[in-house]
Antibody
Framework: EVQLLESGGGWVQPGGSLRLSCVGSGYTFGSYAMSWVRQAPGKRPEWVSSINAIGSNTYHADPVKGRYSISRDNSKSTMYLQMDSLRPEDTAVYYC?????????????WGPGTLVTVSS | ETVLTQSPGTLSLSPGERAALSCWASQSVDSNFLAWYQHKPGQAPRLLIYGASTRATGIPDRFSGSGSGTDFTLTISRLEPEDLGMYYCQQYGNPPRTFGQGTKVEIK
């Protein structure tokens, strides 16, 4: 059974940093591209970052460019999201998701999410 | 970016009834790269439909997707009590990937 589990969320002051982790199990982690999606309270989900299967290509949404960095360690079946210079508008539940193994793919498996709260 | 608008905001129906959820895109979705997700509080989102009309693995055949271009529909042919939750459409053909604001399905 494919499972994804996020961790590392919590409360942080504006300007602070957090690193989220996502552990995958039940499949060959290193064969799939992955992404982070967030959902702020009362808002629609928002794509944040993506990374290809081997970690050589990364992509970030404009609101987080220059502040967030996505990476992965396939030997640990883990993906990361380093979040720096955090702002109150970054407050959201952050989900990791696996892309289907097809060209131009949706995400077929998601984790239950981890809450990030940015507040003074 | 492509803005997705879903309607209705809330759908309240009885078990066995048919539900039709709509998703409109501000511009044509390339190659009908449109997905539907079900999301229940505290749980992981669940992929229902991709490519506008292809059911994901393990999804019951009471869920079906249709549409093309800018107008898409998710139909639940016979509502079951466990179908309650939020439903989101997502387009993944026009970067950046974007989501609709969701339709809440309530079971009477």
């Amino acid at each position: 059974e494919v499972q994804l589990l996020e961790s590392g969320g919590g409360w942080v002051q504006p300007g602070g940093s957090l690193r989220l982790s996502c552990v995958g199990s039940g499949y060959t982690f290193g064969s799939y591209a992955m992404s982070w999606v967030r959902q702020a309270p009362g808002k629609r989900p928002e794509w944040v970052s993506s990374i290809n299967a081997i970690g050589s290509n990364t992509y970030h949404a404009d609101p987080v460019k220059g502040r967030y960095s996505i990476s992965r360690d396939n030997s640990k079946s883990t993906m990361y999201l380093q979040m720096d210079s955090l702002r109150p508008e970054d407050t959201a539940v952050y989900y990791c998701a696996r892309f289907m193994a097809i060209t131009i793919a949706p995400s077929d498996y998601w984790g239950p999410g981890t809450l990030v709260t940015v507040s003074s | 970016e492509t803005v997705l608008t879903q309607s209705p905001g809330t759908l309240s129906l009885s078990p066995g009834e048919r539900a039709a959820l709509s998703c409109w895109a501000s511009q044509s979705v390339d190659s009908n790269f449109l997905a539907w997700y079900q999301h229940k509080p505290g749980q992981a989102p669940r992929l229902l439909i991709y490519g506008a009309s292809t059911r994901a693995t393990g999804i019951p055949d009471r869920f079906s997707g249709s549409g093309s271009g800018t107008d898409f529909t998710l139909t639940i042919s016979r509502l079951e009590p466990e179908d309650l939750g939020m439903y989101y459409c997502q387009q993944y053909g026009n970067p950046p990937r974007t989501f609709g604001q969701g339709t809440k399905v309530e079971i009477k």
